[in-house]
């Protein structure tokens, strides 16, 4: 079959963002075995990145997460937070991604995550057995990296500066959306103790 992504594309913004916007199940007409063994982490997670900008474009919160498999480096699940758009509470990028991957063994999977993962979708990525977990920001957010090395799950530290900005930029235009993603309608309600 030929695709339009293969061995002699020039991995780009561009070429990433179309990636990050094509449905997971449709990647395989776009991009071949070859381009995917081609994209390196940070190119992993500049695509969770764009993601997370489609979130915010789109009123949400800007998090996004893509799974690949560690054989082959294929793109086999993605998602972004849709807690404004769907009006659903936990329907994170980690969440999302991993429903979009579906009933697979997630133990030959890595995880990248544009911003560290809350506590329950760290228990989530420990619970389905996830090998690594690649996060994008510990500036604006952590806390659960330790939690999921103490469960055997290999963490990484992989800082994009872009997507530290929107999240940051976030947080300063939308605090009590902010607050909401992490802890839920309450915190807001209860008030500024409540934080993150």
């Known amino acids: 079959m030929n695709t339009l992504l293969d061995a002699e594309t ?10 990050a916007h094509m449905p997971t199940a449709s990647l395989p007409v776009l991009m071949d075995e070859r381009f995917a063994r081609r994209l390196s982490d940070a190119d992993v997670m500049r695509i969770a990145v764009l993601l997370a900008r489609k979130s915010y474009d789109e009123g949400g919160c800007p998090i996004g997460a893509v799974i690949i498999d560690n054989e082959s480096r294929r793109i086999v699940g993605k ?13 994170h990028g980690e969440t999302a991604a991993m429903r979009d991957a579906g009933r697979i063994d997630f133990s030959r999977t890595t995880l990248f995550t544009s911003l560290s993962p809350c506590e329950v979708c760290a228990s989530l990525l420990h619970m389905r057995g996830f090998a690594r977990v690649v ?6 957010a952590s806390g659960t990296e330790d939690l999921l090395r103490e469960k055997g799950v290999q963490v990484d530290i992989l800082e994009d500066a872009d997507g530290i900005a929107l999240y940051a930029r976030f ?6 959306l902010d607050l909401e993603d992490w802890k839920g309608a309450a915190a807001v309600t209860a008030g500024p103790r409540a934080g993150p």
């Open 10 to 19: 020039e991995i780009s913004e561009p070429v990433l963002n179309v990636v």
């Open 79 to 91: 998602g972004h937070n849709t807690l404004v758009q769907e009006n659903h509470p936990y329907n």
């Open 135 to 140: 996060v994008g920001d510990i500036t604006n």
């Open 171 to 176: 947080q300063a235009e939308q605090p009590a």
